[in-house]
């Protein structure tokens, strides 16, 4: 089989990069060793970026459409009892949106099929072999391949990539389970993740509601032991934290699904080796705090798809495909450094200065400048990247052919030039990868008369920056 871009791993990461490519009009293949797709719940929310990238791409109505009602309580950082405020970043998308990854890979995978694109499940990879010319992955050869195979990744072990950093120093468990009694102590609403940590008779756990009478369970020992990630999870461990943390009152029901994981952190040097790039897990892990793993991962994928395809398209500029690395290294490093010091500020074993230092980070979020700080690192409002401006805010606008938004101009996949002054611009030859639209707004742009804007919608050019259009055009579409 022949195809363009090799994409091996069918998680978020790697089937928002396949929508991507596609998009472009780019031939991909998806890979992926599991026959059937998990039901696991895992992940349970978007960040308020992430919300805004599947809007730029016209998914989430859609992807929310049949969902539970939206959450309407802010993240948390430390799962401190503070809610973090979004509204000064102006997003659409002020809280978390509540959303298993299940349904975002259920999601993403039927929107791959139905273009017709190939989604090859029970397709372990055993062997990787690139050259000048490409890359081969069994009797599969493509141009490109982007490893998106998680923390555990057969592409990275294959190629003899290092991923430095800590080992885990704890084990914890994640289940999906109903109950067939509870007790007073256990959650019956959604709200602020503040409310759902408890601790007791040497355990900690986290449990709260997800649809219907489905509940997520996380919990461990304080001491951190546990049996490695391939030991499966028996019902009666989690009996045994459900009477011990709840009451013998509340007793387990069914138990849907559950996993292993460890608070290890590492990422690659370098996301790319050859012809080969890492993208989500497969580059960056940490613990799972603040809801961080599958924004990384879809962002990753917006940031890497069309600068893949504008280098197969063959009109990529030099450097292009390698900002991808310079871009969301540094991203997913930050992500890494506040994930620890979570870990420590949330340490369930708390002693006395454990205790000062939530005292005090709770004050401190209380302020509205400092919450803003951190409200913006941990929804993903704040990334700006080198050289470009800030993202894309989702304005209110009115074209020629009436009301829009910002987002839905962008629903090509393609950049935006922005005409704000109803003057019209030339894109040059680049009509193929640049919309131009002519519209007028109401909301404050800090004066710009115009905007260009990338297809991962972040600014690359302002009509009040100084520097030609012309310049911006051609260091990011050729």
């Known amino acids: 089989m022949r195809t363009e871009v090799i994409v091996v791993g069918a998680g978020p990461t790697g089937l928002m990069l396949a929508h991507e490519l596609t998009?472009?009009?780019?031939?991909?293949?998806?890979?992926?060793?599991?026959?059937?797709?998990?039901?696991?719940?895992?992940?349970?929310?978007?960040?308020?970026?992430t919300a805004e990238v599947l809007d730029l791409r016209g998914l989430l109505d859609p992807l929310l459409a049949d969902a539970p009602s939206h959450n309407t309580s802010g993240g948390h950082f430390a799962m401190l009892p503070v809610e973090l405020d979004c509204r000064p970043w102006r997003t659409r998308h002020p809280h978390p949106v509540t959303l298993p990854q299940a349904r975002l890979e259920?999601?993403?995978?039927?929107?791959?099929?139905?273009?017709?694109?190939?989604?090859?499940?029970?397709?372990?990879?055993?062997?990787?072999?690139?050259?000048?010319?490409?890359?081969?992955?069994?009797?599969?050869?493509?141009?490109?391949?982007?490893?998106?195979?998680?923390?555990?990744?057969?592409?990275?072990?294959?190629?003899g990539v290092p991923f430095p950093g800590?080992?885990?120093?704890?084990?914890?468990?994640?289940?999906?389970?109903?109950?067939?009694?509870?007790?007073?102590?256990?959650?019956?609403?959604?709200?602020?993740?503040?409310?759902?940590?408890?601790?007791?008779?040497?355990?900690?756990?986290?449990?709260?509601?997800?649809?219907?009478?489905?509940?997520?369970?996380?919990?461990?020992?304080?001491?951190?032991?546990?049996?490695?990630?391939?030991?499966p999870v028996a019902a009666d461990e989690v009996r045994e934290v459900l009477h011990a943390v709840y009451g013998p009152e509340t007793?387990?029901?069914?138990?849907?699904?559950?996993?292993?994981?460890?608070?290890?952190?590492?990422?690659?040097?370098r996301y790319r080796k050859g012809r080969v790039f890492f993208a989500g897990d497969a580059a960056h892990i940490h613990a799972p705090i603040g809801g961080q793993g599958v924004n990384l991962g879809v962002q990753d994928a917006v940031n890497l798809g069309w600068k893949l395809a504008a280098a197969i398209r063959g009109w990529a500029p030099a450097g292009l495909l390698d900002s991808y690395h310079d871009e969301r290294h540094p991203v997913a490093a930050r992500v890494l450094r506040h994930t620890r010091a979570q870990a420590v500020i949330?340490?369930?074993?708390?002693?006395?200065?454990?205790?000062?230092?939530?005292?005090?980070?709770?004050?401190?979020?209380?302020?509205?400048?400092?919450?803003?700080?951190?409200?913006?690192?941990?929804?993903?409002?704040?990334?700006?990247?080198?050289?470009?401006?800030?993202r894309m805010i989702d304005l209110d606008l009115t074209t020629e052919d009436g009301p829009t938004r910002a987002s839905r101009l962008m629903h090509s996949g393609r950049g935006l030039l922005l005409s704000l002054d109803g003057r019209q611009r030339s894109v040059g030859a680049r009509s193929d990868r640049v919309d131009h639209v002519t519209a007028k707004t109401d909301e404050d742009v800090e004066g710009a008369e115009a905007l260009l804007i990338r297809p991962d919608g972040y600014v690359a050019w302002s009509g009040s920056d100084g520097t030609p259009l012309e310049t911006a055009l051609a260091r990011w579409f050729g």
Not at 181 to 190: I, L, N, W
């Open 106 to 159: 259920a999601f993403l995978e039927q929107r791959l099929v139905d273009r017709g694109v190939p989604v090859l499940r029970g397709h372990e990879v055993s062997a990787v072999e690139q050259d000048e010319h490409g890359v081969s992955v069994g009797e599969i050869r493509g141009s490109h391949l982007v490893a998106c195979d998680g923390a555990h990744s057969t592409v990275r072990t294959l190629l």
């Open 23 to 49: 998009l472009a009009g780019v031939p991909v293949v998806v890979l992926e060793k599991q026959r059937t797709r998990s039901t696991q719940s895992r992940a349970g929310a978007l960040q308020p970026r």
């Open 251 to 269: 007793e387990l029901g069914e138990l849907r699904a559950a996993s292993r994981f460890s608070d290890a952190v590492r990422q690659v040097e």
């Open 166 to 231: 800590r080992p885990g120093s704890m084990s914890a468990v994640v289940a999906d389970l109903t109950l067939a009694s509870r007790s007073e102590a256990v959650p019956t609403a959604r709200g602020h993740f503040s409310e759902y940590p408890r601790s007791a008779d040497g355990f900690f756990s986290i449990l709260h509601p997800l649809d219907g009478d489905l509940y997520r369970l996380i919990f461990g020992k304080l001491s951190g032991d546990g049996p490695g990630r391939q030991v």
């Open 346 to 390: 949330m340490n369930p074993a708390r002693d006395e200065e454990v205790n000062e230092v939530r005292d005090l980070m709770t004050h401190l979020l209380r302020l509205p400048d400092t919450n803003r700080h951190v409200s913006g690192m941990m929804s993903g409002l704040d990334i700006q990247y080198p050289g470009l401006g800030p």
